[in-house]
């Protein structure tokens, strides 16, 4: 640790402070803080008792639509000549997905009792630009017995044989989708309906884009005319640019049903909407509206929050620093705490070359350098643009990133102050338990600071990390 971190943090009197729990993974980090720390949390929702009688209930009555026996007795031949394709999400999205209690063996059971045999359906995993799905992330996912009996694939947005050309959009530019699932005689999208910092919305028409579609398509949904939109942010769908994509690639491709899930702050079942794709998800959008918008009072000095389950990887936990800014005071202090536990931790290889370049270039520069007539799009560009807008708000300074999974040798590629900094006397590897040690440093060291300056900081967690959205009401009632 630095001498100057560390007398810093040696002039804070904290024997009034108090301790919070902070998710770490699958860890609890118990880290202290000040004692008017406010905790900015979702609401408490009721989790559903009975997953399995919930997945029945609304495959039973869908949204918008009829059943899913009407819906293939419909389709102009035998059930028995029919294939369905179901589109999933992969590791990244916490979906419910695995045993009797989960989102697809009730799913299944309904196609294969209209009549579609096994060897019809195929699961589709639609990865976006992400890597492929490993076989031990697959077993997760799924469980063996689903891995048994049914086909399973990849989106692969590269593979040009495995996508179907089918049409443009009125934003310009042909349209591509995974093959298996367009050529279908059933499509049906699952997935989990959540906020997104870019889409508005996680669920429902992302499943197609940009699950299935092909690179091209990805790189408009998202390039900087789309994502320096103020309008593609959590919870919004009017006037998002990415939503409004979304939607009408989704349309064109045409999708049958859909089955979303939402879940609670604990990734408990809280609603299962089945039925016609628009119809099902606004339904979901308007229960997790309602339960993750935390009204906040002020901004704060010092904000403290984690990466979450999907925040396995540093290009992932951009959203939890990206939820995080309405709440956070310009030049505040942005402290991250993220368990990055994927085997590629940082992220695939064109993320770690851009993340470098926003590193040397800085924020401004580097949405430049994107926006620029000569720029070949690259992947995975978004997500180093969008802790540019983190960096926009609290500077390098300002923000800390604190895991315990990344070398320090390649911290020099991560935007912001290295969490390392903040211990003493630990070597590599460093156990779970040193990250608590960074992220109570780092506090203590942003509060020195303030203090020194004549500034009593208004400290908050942020307790459910990426699932919250906290937001400025200053007047009663408003939401985002």
Request: aromatic share 6%.
């Amino acid at each position: 640790m630095h001498p100057k971190i560390q007398n810093s943090a040696q002039e804070i009197d904290t024997a009034d402070w108090k301790e919070i729990a902070v998710e770490y993974g699958r860890e609890i980090l118990m880290i202290r803080v000040p004692p008017q720390c406010d905790t900015l949390t979702m609401k408490e929702i009721p989790i559903l008792s009975d997953p399995r009688a919930a997945y029945e209930e609304a495959l039973a009555n869908p949204i918008g639509c009829p059943a899913l026996a009407e819906i293939i007795r419909k389709k102009g031949k035998p059930a028995s000549e029919l294939t369905a394709a179901v589109t999933v999400s992969d590791i990244t999205r916490p979906v419910p997905y695995r045993g009797e209690n989960g989102l697809l063996r009730p799913l299944l059971n309904r196609l294969e009792e209209a009549g579609i045999p096994r060897r019809n359906i195929t699961i589709v995993i639609g990865n976006g630009m992400h890597r492929p799905s490993t076989p031990e992330e697959r077993s997760e996912m799924f469980g063996a017995e689903l891995l048994r009996d049914y086909s399973v694939i990849d989106h692969d947005c590269e593979d040009l044989p495995s996508l179907t050309f089918v049409g443009r959009t009125g934003s310009g530019g042909d349209v591509f989708v995974n093959s298996a699932f367009y050529k279908a005689d059933l499509r049906i999208g699952t997935g989990l309906v959540e906020s997104h910092f870019m889409a508005g919305l996680s669920g429902g028409r992302k499943a197609i884009c940009p699950g299935l579609v092909d690179k091209r398509t990805i790189e408009k949904f998202h390039s900087p005319a789309f994502l320096e939109s103020p309008q593609a942010t959590n919870l919004v769908l009017e006037g998002n640019p990415c939503h409004e994509e979304s939607l009408a690639i989704s349309r064109t491709v045409g999708v049958d049903f859909i089955v979303n899930a939402t879940l609670d702050k604990d990734m408990r079942l809280t609603g299962v909407f089945a039925g016609e794709l628009e119809a099902a998800h606004k339904a979901a959008g308007d229960l997790v509206r309602d339960y993750v918008s935390v009204p906040a009072t002020r901004e704060y000095d010092i904000i403290l929050t984690h990466g979450g389950y999907v925040g396995r990887n540093h290009y992932q936990a951009v959203k939890a620093a990206c939820n995080a800014l309405p709440v956070v005071r310009q030049g505040g202090v942005l402290i991250v705490a993220s368990d990055n536990r994927d085997e590629e931790p940082i992220g695939g290889l064109e993320y770690r070359s851009l993340l470098h370049l926003l590193k040397i270039q800085g924020e401004e520069h580097y949405l430049r350098m994107l926006e620029a007539p000569g720029w070949r799009f690259t992947k995975d560009q978004w997500e180093p643009e969008m802790w540019g807008k983190v960096l926009r708000k609290v500077g390098e300074e300002g923000l800390i990133y604190c895991t315990h999974t990344i070398p320090r040798a390649d911290y020099c590629l991560l935007p912001g102050r290295c969490g390392l900094d903040f211990l003493a006397g630990r070597t590599a590897p460093f156990p779970t338990a040193a990250v608590g040690e960074m992220v109570e440093n780092a506090l203590l060291s942003a509060v020195a600071g303030y203090r020194a300056r004549g500034i009593e900081p208004a400290v908050a967690f942020i307790r459910e990390g990426p699932y919250t959205i906290p937001f400025l009401a200053t007047t009663e009632g408003q939401t985002p």
